[in-house]
Structure formats: C-alpha cells, structure tokens
C-alpha cells in the first residue's frame, strides 16, 4: 500500500513509520519542517516530505501528486494546556487541518485512519467501549471530536483510531512522559506528588503503531479503542517505574488530581475496552512492565 503519514515527527510516527515500511508498504512521511525521524526509520521503503496540515493547498497539491491509497492522520495539536490557553490555534491544525485531509483523500480516493483520544470522554466512567458516549470537558477534547465527525462524514473508507497516554522512546524521539518525569526526579532524589485517582490504559507507541497497522491492512471502518489493557492510576505507573528502575519510591507521594490547578480540565477516568480490536483486527498489547521495559532500554525490541 502507498500510505501518506501525518505528524511523523511525533512520538506516534517515530514508531509507525518504521512499522509500516518494515512490512512493506510504501511510506510517504510528512511533517512540520525537516524530517527528526532516524534515518534508519525510513529504510526500507519510505521517504519524508515537509507538509504544514494547515496549508489546505499544499495538502491537495502532495496528495494529488503522491496519490496515497490510505492517509494516517497523527499530526495534531495534542497538549491540553496549550489548547485551552490558545483555542483558535488549536481548532486551526485539529479541525480545519483534518478537514483538508478528508477533503483532499476523497478527491485521490484515499481511505483515512484518523488518531483520535480517551479525551473525547468526560471520564466521569472510564474504562470506555468505542460505542460510550463522548463529552470532552476540555477544548483539546472537543476539537479532536469535531475531527473525529469530518472523517465519518467523508465518503470513502475511514477508520478513528483513539488511544490513550502514550509512552515509549524511538531513536529520533524520547518525548517526555509520566514515567520519564518519574525517573529523572527520583534520580535527582527530588521529592514528587503522583495523582492516584486518576484513571487510563496506557499505550507502548510500538504497540499502538502495529494496531494502526494492523486496521488499515484489515479495511475494517469504524471506530476502534487501541490502547494498553492494564487499567492504572498515574500512582501506580509511578510505583511500578520506581521498581523497575530500582529508584526510590519513598520520594513520592500520592495525591487527588484536584491538588493541581491546570489550564485545562482532564477526563478523571478513562482507558479502553479494548475488546473489539483483539477481536476484529488480532490487535494484543504488551503489558505496563513490558511496555515500560522496552521503553527504558531494560529489555531490547
Ligand atoms: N501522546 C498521547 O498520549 C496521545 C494520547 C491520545 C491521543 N493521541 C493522538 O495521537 C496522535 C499522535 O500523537 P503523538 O503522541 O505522536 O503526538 P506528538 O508527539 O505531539 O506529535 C504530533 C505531531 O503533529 C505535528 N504537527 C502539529 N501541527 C502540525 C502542522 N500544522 N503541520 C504538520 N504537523 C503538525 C507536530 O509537529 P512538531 O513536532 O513540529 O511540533 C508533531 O510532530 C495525535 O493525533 C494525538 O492527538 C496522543
């Protein structure tokens, strides 16, 4: 397959593109300004090209030269803070930005793979099916749902991949996490408050890269959870980073979410069912200490 990936810069593409050209499809890699990717991501079979997603032009014009049979949607404005603090912004590259993309697979006759997230939930009861209703509490939230409805409204094939709290380290991009920030202030020796009633599944990006593989080379259509299956408070990832990099759990304290006053309101629990992918697309994840080992450099690929 010709597959066009938005966002390969990011954390997400750092492990699906690599993925999708290992298994022999031919990938155009796009994102903001020079390619960060590993020049070993790209081997076999890809190749990277700049494209801003909200220059509708320069949308149509690569996907009418490049002719995609399926567009991977990852690009995103994907921090909550910085959403809420800048809506205009955020509604620019989430909703405008996916509306070219839509408009411009249906002119190519490309089929469509949306990334999508838990927060389009309100969380007040998480773990969540692909059928529960939506009700984002934050812009980041309201604009990926908005997305969300461009690509099931398109006419060709389309598919929302969500997914939640994604960790893991590539070779062009260690992204800060939870579990980064956990060991570099226990190294430090530095004192931390881990929330402990908040709830998620979260992701291995190696993991959430074979999924959106294994849906687009299914041509299955819908909606599809793809997460973790451990059901996990930020506290106990944090326990479970300390044990396993032998760090000193003493330093940390649990607390309520309601401690911090951030721009943004979070969904307090979410996570996935992740029943349907295993069942429709053979889709199975690492468990948290797997993910956090391969993660960690603890246990090799
Ligand atoms: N990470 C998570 O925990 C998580 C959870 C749920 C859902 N998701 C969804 O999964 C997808 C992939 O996320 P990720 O973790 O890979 O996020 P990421 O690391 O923040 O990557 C997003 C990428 O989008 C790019 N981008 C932003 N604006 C752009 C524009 N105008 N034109 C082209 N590229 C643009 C960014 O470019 P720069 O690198 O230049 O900024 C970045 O490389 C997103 O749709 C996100 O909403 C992520």
């Not at 567009?71 to 989430?94: I, K, L, R, S």
């Not at 062009?172 to 570099?184: C, E, F, G, P, Q």
């Not at 299914?218 to 326990?239: K, Q, R, Y």
């Amino acid at each position: 397959m010709r597959i066009l990936v938005t966002g390969a810069n990011g954390l997400l593409g750092g492990f699906l593109v690599p993925e999708l050209s290992r298994h022999g499809h031919e990938v155009l890699a796009t994102g903001r300004g020079p390619c960060r990717l590993a020049p070993n991501a790209l081997l076999p079979s890809a190749c990277y090209l700049p494209l801003d997603i909200t220059d509708g032009v320069e949308v149509f014009d690569t996907l009418r030269r490049w002719k995609p049979d399926h567009v991977v949607h990852a690009a995103a404005m994907t921090q909550a803070d910085p959403c809420e603090q800048d809506p205009v912004a955020c509604w620019h590259v989430n909703v405008t930005a996916t509306r070219f993309l839509c408009s411009a697979a249906e002119a190519v006759g490309a089929a469509m793979t949306y990334l999508s997230t838990d927060f389009v939930f309100d969380g007040e009861s998480g773990p969540y099916r692909e059928d529960d209703p939506t009700g984002p509490v934050n812009i980041y939230g309201a604009s990926k749902l908005a997305a969300e409805r461009t690509v099931l409204a398109m006419k060709g094939r389309r598919a929302i991949v969500r997914t939640v709290l994604v960790y893991g380290h590539s070779d062009n991009i260690a992204r800060s996490s939870l579990m980064t920030w956990v060991r570099d202030r226990l190294t430090a020796g530095a004192s931390i408050q881990v929330v402990g009633d908040q709830v998620r599944t979260p992701t291995y990006a190696g993991d959430l890269a074979r999924g959106v593989r294994l849906q687009l080379e299914s041509g299955e259509e819908g909606i599809f959870h793809i997460s973790g299956a451990d059901v996990l408070t930020p506290w106990e990832m944090a326990l479970r980073t300390a044990d396993l990099l032998g760090l000193d759990a003493t330093l940390m304290t649990r607390v309520d979410a309601s401690t911090f006053s951030q721009p943004a309101r979070r969904p307090l629990r979410t996570g996935f069912v992740i029943d349907k992918a295993r069942r429709l697309l053979g889709y199975e994840p690492l468990s948290f200490e797997e993910g956090l080992a391969r993660s960690f450099g603890t246990h090799s690929e």
